[in-house]
């Protein structure tokens, strides 16, 4: 799944640059000194519009320009993207065609005057956005469908500069006869250069681009900031200066400065709100009607002289009432559109739900059971056994976990890309070929033994490791009794010894045998560190306890605690989840949709193999979730049990890897579209991930972490 969820910054950045372009209307700062009202208006509110037109590249335009040559590529996102914009185009034009009547603005129009307004100046001053919009990701996309990237860059680079010469820099070509000519020509057609050929393409292209790539150095992009941005302002002073502009929305210098604030916003992480995204369109599009309301009401109230002849007090009111009337306008269209069946966060045939605070409580749970110097590394391998590893990692930043654990190289990568702050460590083999990735995302890696603490050495760089230790799980680690090797592996040059650690391997039962063998691990553990210790080598951050650890044996806590299983509110077993049933809440619930329901009658079978048969007149309902979305296959003929409107259903037949027949004979009213839980609550009911575990013969862990791939990830 991968939704809008983290681009909070880009939308609050929305807000600052819808307040941007209302200064550009109102020229807050006219009363008290030209020249920063020029910088305010004319450079500052200038990153506006691009930046609501890099958004748009990186969300819309990205699939085409980089799956190779958009045609591979269903055009449906850029579709609704159109059919979007054009609404709020046609609202707009609804709301502005009386004003513009009233204020004399259509006398006399010819029907070319007509076109162009509808296709690029946009019937009202500020409405030529949209259509520019749409021409722009028209334009980007048709050239995706037969252009590499780089010619697609430097053709919009291209349209860009003849742009320029129309706008800020036609003081240049203004003479100069032919293209003079050609310039008056285009102004027939278009008033400005700034629309969606000249304009848009770059900012579209740019966005995408700036979007799929490695986030450059920190401090890079912050002095490129400010390095441009008094490139801009020298440069717009300067052709004021030598008036040279007919229009002064592009610059040269706009360019790099774009580029450098994108980069800036998308570092930052935030949930993003797709309220403050409707509120800045509404903003955007009503500000121009509250300037006439501001002037209207400065008329009628005789308070002309503070209200608009003062600029910045007229501009405060302007901002105040259009975001006023915007709050208004997303509030109830939230509302209308939250109301009927708007409980179910999903539209897919199968999905899987995050309850956020369950979540938050087992984490606070568990930082309850360790002593506040250790900290919690918890275990986000296998898609964060099933959860959805971006999502988790991402709430668990945001309650301030800062270290992870995962089993592969990949998976680190992986979240890393998505912006995961903090350590991660590799539990597993990395092979030599992918050092550099380690390297690269710094990931901490696990010297799994000695011979593969001389693969990690000769990399050449720097890597930060974990040394594992085996003290009797045989698995990975070095033996704890080859101290030798291990104190070797302290003279490695290129090995950063950041930890130490060992796996428990049986601590998830008091049986005496077992108990014994976790105090030998500890024992032979501690050894280890003691002799370090004693032959003068610095003992790193240690750890030893995964979920079972932590719950049964507390005296062995260390740095870092590498939970996993406990974290998702459940147990291995159900004894033991029901044990700690007070502490611990399940994370996930398994949902489907009811696809189809029909009768089977006496004597009919349903499903493959003909497992079963009616022996009275049934309903029965298809589910659209099978074994390929993690529903065990062994709950077929009637072993699972799934929960529809509050009342159990029973498996019949054999589970379909995408479908499953349930019995509904019993539950009335059972509808197509209708959600089926498979794991989780429904009405007074719950099945639980333990039940599965149980009837398909095995723990929680394999049953979450084989969870389908194709099952969005929702948080709740
Ligand atoms: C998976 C894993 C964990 C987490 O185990 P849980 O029992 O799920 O808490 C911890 N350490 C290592 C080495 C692991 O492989």
Redesign the pocket.
């Known amino acids: 799944m991968e939704t809008k969820q983290n681009y909070g910054i880009l939308d609050n950045f929305r807000v600052a640059a819808a307040l941007l372009v209302i200064a550009i209307h109102t020229s807050p700062l006219m009363s008290f000194s030209v020249d920063a009202d020029f910088f305010l208006t004319r450079i500052l509110a200038r990153i506006a519009v691009p930046f609501f037109l890099m958004v748009t590249g990186q969300f819309v335009m990205s699939d085409y320009l980089f799956n190779k040559k958009g045609r591979n590529c269903s055009s449906k996102k850029l579709w609704s993207y159109i059919k979007k914009t054009a609404i709020f185009y046609g609202i707009s034009i609804a709301i502005y065609i009386p004003v513009g009547i009233y204020a004399g603005h259509y006398k006399d129009m010819t029907g070319a005057a007509v076109v162009r307004e509808l296709l690029f100046d946009g019937t009202f001053y500020h409405l030529w956005y949209f259509p520019a919009c749409i021409m722009g990701v028209l334009l980007v996309y048709l050239m995706s469908t037969f252009m590499s990237l780089q010619s697609i860059m430097i053709l919009s680079g291209v349209l860009y500069v003849i742009g320029l010469f129309g706008d800020s820099y036609y003081g240049l070509i203004k003479n100069v006869p032919v293209i003079s000519g050609i310039y008056e020509f285009g102004f027939q057609i278009f008033s400005y250069t700034r629309n969606g050929i000249f304009f848009a393409p770059v900012f579209l292209v740019l966005g995408a681009m700036i979007s799929r790539k490695e986030a450059p150095k920190k401090n890079a992009v912050y002095g490129g900031l400010v390095l441009s941005f008094l490139l801009i302002t020298a440069e717009a002073f300067t052709l004021r200066y030598f008036d040279l502009q007919r229009h002064d929305s592009m610059y040269i210098a706009l360019i790099p400065v774009m580029i450098f604030l994108y980069e800036i916003l998308l570092q930052g992480k935030k949930r993003s709100s797709a309220f403050l995204r409707n509120l800045t369109t509404w903003i955007y599009i009503l500000h121009p009607i509250m300037i006439i309301v501001v002037r209207g009401v400065g008329k009628a109230l005789h308070l002309t002289v503070i209200l608009v002849d003062n600029s910045l007090i007229h501009y405060i009111a302007v901002t105040g009432l259009s975001v006023l009337a915007a709050l208004l306008i997303t509030y109830f269209n939230g509302r209308r559109r939250s109301r009927p069946g708007g409980n179910d966060p999903s539209r897919d045939r199968a999905w899987i739900e995050i309850d956020r605070n369950a979540l938050k409580k087992n984490v606070e749970a568990l930082r309850k059971e360790l002593p506040a110097q250790c900290r919690l590394m918890p ?1 986000i ?1 296998a898609d964060a ?1 099933g959860h959805g590893a971006d999502l988790i990692a991402r709430e668990l930043n945001q309650m301030g976990v800062d270290a992870f ?1 995962v ?1 592969c190289v990949a998976e680190g990568v992986r979240l890393r890309r998505k912006g995961i702050k903090g350590e991660i460590l590799v ?2 083999y990395t092979h030599p070929d992918q050092f550099y990735l380690l390297y690269h995302y710094h990931l901490r890696q696990t010297v799994i033994d000695f011979s593969y603490a001389l693969k990690l050495n000769s990399y050449g760089k720097k890597l930060h490791v974990h040394i594992g230790i085996d003290t009797g799980m045989h698995r ?1 680690g070095e033996r704890s009794e080859n101290i030798d090797l291990i104190c070797k592996m302290y003279q490695m040059k290129n090995l950063k010894i950041d930890g130490l ?1 060992t ?1 428990l391997c049986a601590a998830d039962s008091f049986e005496e045998k077992k108990q014994e063998f976790t105090n030998f691990q500890a024992d032979e553990f501690y050894r280890v560190i003691h002799e370090l210790e004693k032959r003068g080598y610095p003992v790193p951050k240690l750890h030893l306890q ?3 650890g932590v719950l049964n044996y507390p005296e062995l806590t260390e740095d870092y605690a ?6 998702y509110g459940v147990l ?1 077993t159900q004894e033991d989840t029901e044990e700690w049933k007070d502490s611990l809440e399940p994370v996930l619930a398994l949902k489907a949709r009811v696809a189809s329901v029909r009768d089977l009658y006496v004597g009919e079978t349903a499903g493959y193999g003909m497992q079963f048969t009616a022996d009275r007149h049934m309903k029965i309902a298809a589910l659209t979730i099978g074994y390929a979305d993690g529903y065990p296959r062994s709950l077929s003929n009637g072993v699972g049990v799934v929960l529809i409107n509050g009342c159990a259903a029973s498996v019949i037949g054999r589970i379909c890897m995408d479908q499953t027949i349930v019995d509904v004979s019993g539950i009335p009213g059972v509808k197509s579209g209708d959600v089926a839980v498979l794991i989780g609550r429904s009405g007074e009911m719950e099945i639980s991930v333990c039940d599965l575990a149980v009837k398909a013969g095995t723990i929680t ?1 394999e049953i979450l972490s084989r969870m389908g791939t194709r099952l969005e990830r929702v948080v709740v």
Do not use: D, P, Q, T
């Open positions: 275990a391998k056994y654990c089993a539990l597993g990975l650690f796996h995964s979920s079972y590498r939970v996993g299983i406990a974290l291995s862990n």
